[in-house]
Nanobody, 122 residues
Framework: QVQLVESGGGSVQAGGSLRVSCAASGSISSIDATAWYRQAPGKQREFVAVITDSGSTNYADSVKGRFTISSDNAKNTVYLLMNSLKPEVTAVYLC????????????????WGQGTQVTVSS
C-alpha cells in the first residue's frame, strides 16, 4: 500500500528547533526525489527543500543555513531539521515523493502526504 506519513510537527517558541519526518511505505522504490513544501492558510504552497536519490540537496533561499534535509534510505524516511525558527514559518509542512516504481510497476509517480503542522510562537 502506498503511503506517506509526516510526523514531528508541533509548537515551539521563536528561535527553537524542530525536526519533521516523512516516511514512505516500502512499496515505493526507485525514488527520484523527496521534497518538503509548506502551506500557510490563504497562501500558496511553497517549496522548502529537496533531496534526490543521489543525496543532492537544494533549499529555498529563505531557509538556507537554517534548515537541513537528510534521508535514511533503510527506513525510507526523509527528515527536515529546522533551526532558528521564526513565526513566519508557521505552516503545514508536506512531503512530496517522486518515484519511478510503485508496487513493482514502472512509471512516473508523484505522491503527497497529509502534512504536519508546525507552529512557531513569538
Amino acid at each position: 500500500q502506498v503511503q506517506l506519513v509526516e510526523s514531528g510537527g508541533g509548537s515551539v517558541q521563536a528561535g527553537g528547533s524542530l525536526r519533521v519526518s516523512c516516511a514512505a511505505s516500502g512499496s515505493i522504490s526507485s525514488i527520484d526525489a523527496t521534497a518538503w513544501y509548506r502551506q500557510a492558510p490563504g497562501k500558496q504552497r511553497e517549496f522548502v527543500a529537496v533531496i534526490t536519490d543521489s543525496g543532492s540537496t537544494n533549499y529555498a533561499d529563505s531557509v538556507k543555513g537554517r534548515f537541513t534535509i537528510s534521508s535514511d534510505n533503510a527506513k525510507n524516511t526523509v527528515y527536515l531539521l529546522m533551526n532558528s525558527l521564526k513565526p513566519e514559518v508557521t505552516a503545514v509542512y508536506l512531503c512530496n515523493v517522486r518515484a519511478r516504481m510503485v508496487l513493482g510497476r514502472w512509471g512516473d509517480y508523484d505522491f503527497w502526504g497529509q502534512g504536519t503542522q508546525v507552529t512557531v510562537s513569538s
